[in-house]
């Protein structure tokens, strides 16, 4: 499909999906922790008692610490910006996105790359004991989760020939074997734990607690207030929802809209929201169950994450 | 869709379980995960057997895959969970090589295996043929938590794993040894774990541990 073919509905699609993932990623979150509060035999917050943090925080005034630069005021922005970016690209919808050329999984994963990366030079400018301790911890796990994901990825790339997102969703709708097959099997283990690792949820990192020692992604937002506060935290869950719908469209491809068509995209859209809800309640229930890895057993999950990558790998090399 | 592709699909699933539950015996430290992932080891091989019987119409190989549910299944795990609830303390606390460096090893091993197993796999074009390398890289991380691993059970463990790795080549190679070559490899590798549980048994009850690092004295 050349530049000049891009019809109305692929530009929509593209629209459609960052604003449902705008709207939807804090009511996600807000999800996860009433499942979870439920699980545990509490009421909880109601769903949407993360966008009424949000709007709150929103509404307060601005403060940054004294000997910060720049820096930590643009690092929210970059952080929600290139998530929202990955959104863009993300085949969520339909399968022949408007922006058919960016959207490949080793861009994808470096451009969330950057916003951890943004975020944890932010916590460094600080100057803070805890920034620092926080953007090591983070560096540290993201340099052993980074490895683990682009290797699995190539083994989900190895079959089609291709690492561009559309090509991978479309060749997996195409060939229903391929869902079972070993490397797949084998690949979607390593991207759940990488998954984990990289969004902070149990085992890896537990987002409920201020615990000084055990804590990685709240040590780098500790400095932030007000409107600020409000973008680390609507990226940091923008993040996990473009990843749960990377996951379910790579996995379990049913349902994306493969045509043009108004009924299609509108099945699409409620399939993908039932199916990241699902994967959401999923992890959730997950988390009730298992406690927090010491932070020097996490090399151990992540180190584990890396061979499974690299068993779908060579599979898919025995296998072709 | 082909019978034919379907159990080729089958044959690389369960040979590739094979090789992931040898992988996952080096990851788990608790002896309980270590022992299921032996046992699931011993399911994926029988398997294996049962898909190749179906597809080559063996019904030797049958019988085979029902004695390899019977002992690598059930029997020898069996054997070793009495062993586990005997010391709870039999867990991998403090490895030789610590579990990242010896995942990263399996994957080295992995690698290895894939290139030393190449020129089979080239003479031969076969589902069941490529599918060697599986099989001869559970050998060698059998070997490597044989070298690795302090604990009698994890030793265990890692001499089956190898037992199981030179299974699946061999089932994978010859599409079946003849059951009674099998039978006998089977039954002795029963009577070696059955031996080994009597000598930790009796290690138990005079050390108070599993560790082979505390044997390292002769006494009359």
């Known amino acids: ?320 | 869709m082909t019978n034919h592709s379907v159990a080729a699909a089958l044959l690389a699933l369960t040979s590739g379980t094979v090789l992931l539950c040898a992988a996952l015996a080096l990851w788990r430290r608790a002896a309980r995960g270590i022992v299921s992932a032996l046992r699931v080891q011993g399911y994926a091989l029988a398997a294996t057997a049962a898909v190749l019987g179906v597809q080559l119409h063996e019904p030797l190989l049958l019988v085979t895959s029902g004695l390899l549910v019977a002992v690598k299944g059930v029997a020898i795990p069996m054997l070793f969970g009495r062993l586990v609830r005997l010391d709870p303390a039999s867990s991998e606390t403090d490895p030789v090589v610590n579990v990242p460096a010896s995942l990263v090893a399996a994957v080295v091993l992995t690698l290895v295996a894939f290139v030393a197993t190449r020129p089979i796999v080239e003479s031969v074009r076969g589902v069941p043929i490529t599918l060697v390398p599986f099989g001869f890289a559970t050998v060698l991380i059998g070997f490597f938590v044989l070298v690795a691993r302090r604990k009698a059970v994890s030793q265990m463990v890692g001499l089956l794993l190898v037992d199981n790795g030179i299974g699946l080549v061999a089932l994978l190679l010859t599409t079946g040894v003849p059951l009674l070559i099998e039978l006998g490899g089977t039954l002795d590798v029963l009577l070696v774990v059955v031996v080994l549980r009597v000598l930790v048994t009796r290690m138990h009850a005079q050390l108070g541990v599993l560790d082979l690092d505390s044997l390292q004295e002769l006494r009359d």
Not at chain 1, 266 to 292: M, N, Q, R, T, Y
């Open chain 1, 1 to 320: 499909m050349n530049a000049a073919g891009i019809s109305v509905w692929q530009i929509g699609s593209v629209a459609v999906q960052v604003a449902l993932c705008v709207v939807g990623a804090p009511l996600l979150v807000g999800l996860m922790r009433t499942v979870r509060c439920r699980l545990e035999g509490r009421v909880g917050p109601p769903v949407r008692q993360t966008w009424r943090d949000l709007r709150k925080l929103l509404a307060k005034q601005r403060t940054q610490p004294e000997q910060s630069s720049f820096f930590f005021a643009v690092a929210p922005v970059v952080l929600v910006a290139t998530t929202i970016v990955v959104i863009a690209f993300t085949p969520m919808v339909t399968t022949r996105t408007a922006l058919l050329g960016g959207s490949d999984l080793f861009a994808i994963v470096f451009l969330l790359l950057l916003g951890s990366v943004s975020l944890a030079l932010a916590a460094l400018d600080t100057g803070t004991a805890f920034g620092g301790m926080g953007s090591s911890r983070l560096m540290a796990i993201v340099a052993l989760a980074e490895p683990a994901l682009l290797v699995a990825i190539l083994a989900l790339a190895a079959p089609v020939h291709s690492s561009s997102l559309p090509v991978i969703v479309a060749g997996s709708l195409h060939h229903p074997m391929w869902l079972a097959t070993p490397q797949r099997l084998l690949a979607f283990g390593a991207f759940v734990i990488v998954i984990l690792a990289e969004s902070g949820r149990l085992p890896v990192d537990n987002p409920a607690t201020h615990l000084e020692l055990t804590m990685i992604h709240e040590a780098l937002m500790l400095e932030y207030s007000g409107p600020d506060l409000a973008f680390v935290v609507l990226g940091e869950s923008l993040r996990l929802t473009v990843l749960l719908a990377l996951l379910s469209n790579l996995f379990f491809p049913w349902g994306i809209a493969t045509a043009l068509t108004g009924v299609s995209f509108v099945v699409a859209i409620a399939v993908l929201a039932a199916k990241v809800a699902l994967l959401a309640v999923a992890v959730a229930a997950g988390e009730v169950a298992v406690a927090k890895l010491r932070l020097f057993r996490v090399p151990e999950l992540l180190a584990g994450a890396f061979v499974l990558s690299v068993l779908a790998v060579l599979s898919a090399l025995v296998i072709a």
